[in-house]
């Protein structure tokens, strides 16, 4: 005790930060305790105020630790709707609803996360009451009735806007007229109040309650006819019915018995038992529906998404082709510019030595030498052009052979909107009119082996028409009949260009000032074309 008592006198001094300690450790034990609960449950964070009444997957406390597989609630009662009448079969869930919405309610008021699914709003109650069970008492001379009766006059004595109000059975324990003509009354005074009530009956009378009130909402727990057995799951908006008659037929009662019962339930009450089971096939009808409707929605979406991913493939397809396809016009336009220069620098070559030699001789030389690369280039593009088109019909169309004028015989590489034709006649490249066109039969030319073959004269237009082309398209058509003029032996060439925006024109001029077979280039006179047509002279 010596002991003890040194050491509570060492300790004194710090009673008041050991106590703050231990009310510490209590507030963390206390949060973590809620924490696991909440994690244990798998429960969501509910939105606590406001005037709607959400519950989302909720869940009964006290069954679930009793490891009870319960089938969650969903219920939701907007500002306006005050009262909620539930009615249905007996053991259907009703009582549970009410202390679900009831223990959710304060448990989150109170700071524990109740077992709730993620969208639960739950409005601050001030006050609650519960008027749920048998509270008869013979030593209180209470009988079950008079019991409920006490518990009514305090609720409706205190109720108000920011009360919850939970009834079970109500109207029950007397005459069932007596009983719903209270009921009745009662639950006009409530929602009248504004109090939000959560009211649980078998009372018919009281199933039309909804369509004389504003603010009060009929609801039922599922119960499935066919196998008489509650299925828990609630629906707002329609009353249920209680299978009193169907349940003790199915629980072996004497049908004779069942049968006169049956016969005796009022007219009015058997047309609204009709009605409602009229209603709950034509629901079951709906969700069968929906399901299957579900399904195909699902399937379709399936579909969808696959034929997505088709049109993603067809679309990279497409673009790789158009990629392709422009790699491969560019790549032709290249091999094509290179053959042309290729053969202009073998022209060129031809100039130079006649202008050098002047002699008759050096004439025929050069010329032989133009003759033969010419024949050459031609004799290469036209296996090509025969090796990948088919057979020619009888009309002028692209690839198809056709002969210029009265002289050479090209290719049709493109037919222009203005009726025109682009016309490859070995290397050199002409824009030409159909009238001086002439489709000629197609046929293969073998590749001649004769040392010294001999191209015959090529005749070639002495007017080229550029108008409608681009510069750079107007640039290759020059060059093509400058190549042919020289070929042909042609004193000069008239190039109607237009006079339009002046780009092809320019163009035009830039290539006759460059190239050194120009011997000069002028505009025609006025009345033969004028700033529109340009004349250019070969030089000798």
């Known amino acids: 005790m010596a002991v003890l008592r040194e050491l509570t006198d060492l300790c004194r001094p710090e009673a008041d930060a050991i106590a703050a300690l231990h009310e510490m450790g209590v507030a963390a034990d206390d949060l973590m305790a809620r924490v696991r609960y909440a994690h244990a449950t798998r429960a969501a964070v509910p939105a606590v105020g406001g005037e709607d009444l959400v519950l989302r997957q909720g869940r009964h406390p006290l069954l679930l630790a009793r490891g009870i597989e319960v089938v969650p609630v969903d219920l939701e009662l907007r500002a306006e709707e005050r009262t909620l009448l539930v009615s249905g079969p007996n053991a259907g869930g009703k009582t549970v609803l009410l202390k679900t919405v009831g223990l959710s309610a304060l448990l989150a008021q109170s700071g524990v996360v109740p077992p709730v699914g993620p969208g ?81 009956t078998h009372l018919g009378a009281l199933k039309t309650l909804a369509g004389e009130v504003a603010g009060v909402v009929n609801g039922s727990l599922a119960f499935d006819a066919e196998l008489l057995r509650p299925t828990f799951r609630f629906t707002k908006g329609v009353p249920g019915r209680s299978y009193g008659i169907a349940i003790a037929r199915r629980l072996g009662v004497d049908a004779a018995v069942v049968d006169e019962a049956a016969r005796s339930v009022p007219e009015r009450e058997r047309a609204l038992d009709e009605l409602l089971a009229k209603v709950e096939a034509r629901a079951r009808d709906l969700e069968a529906r929906e399901a299957v409707l579900e399904d195909r929605l699902a399937q379709v979406g399936g579909r969808e998404e696959a034929l997505g991913g088709r049109e993603s493939l067809v679309a990279e397809r497409e673009e790789r082709i158009r990629r392709r396809e422009k790699d491969a016009e560019r790549e032709g336009r290249r091999e094509a510019r290179r053959h042309l220069l290729d053969a202009r620098e073998k022209v060129e070559e031809a100039i130079r030595m006649v202008q050098e030699a002047g002699a008759a001789e050096a004439v025929r030389a050069a010329r032989r030498v133009v003759e033969e690369a010419a024949q050459a280039e031609a004799q290469a593009l036209d296996e090509l052009e025969t090796e990948a088109a088919p057979a020619l019909a009888e009309t002028i169309a692209v690839g198809q052979r056709v002969r210029v004028g009265h002289g050479a015989v090209g290719s049709v590489l493109e037919l222009r909107a203005d009726g025109r034709a682009l016309v490859a006649i070995g290397a050199v490249k002409m824009v030409v009119g159909p009238a001086e066109l002439t489709v000629v039969a197609a046929e293969r030319r073998e590749r001649a082996h004769a040392p010294d073959p001999v191209l015959p004269t090529v005749e070639a237009p002495s007017e080229i028409d550029l108008r409608g082309l681009t510069g750079e398209e107007a640039h290759e058509a020059v060059i093509a009949a400058l190549d042919a003029a020289v070929l042909a032996d042609r004193p000069f060439l008239r190039i109607i260009h237009g006079m339009g925006t002046g780009v092809v024109r320019d163009r035009v001029r830039r290539v006759l000032q460059s190239d050194r077979r120009v011997g000069k280039f002028d505009f025609a006179p006025r009345q033969g074309g004028g700033t529109g047509v340009t004349i250019a002279e070969l030089a000798p």
């Open 120 to 200: 639960t709003a739950l409005p601050v109650f001030q006050r609650m009451f519960a008027d749920i069970g048998d509270h008869q008492s013979i030593a209180a001379d209470l009988s079950t009735f008079s019991a409920h009766l006490a518990a009514l006059r305090i609720i409706l004595e205190q109720a108000d806007a920011e009360t919850l109000v939970l009834m079970d059975e109500i109207g029950s324990g007397t005459d069932p007229m007596e009983g719903a003509a209270l009921a009745g009354a009662t639950l006009r005074c409530l929602t009248a109040k504004g109090a939000r009530s959560l009211v649980t």
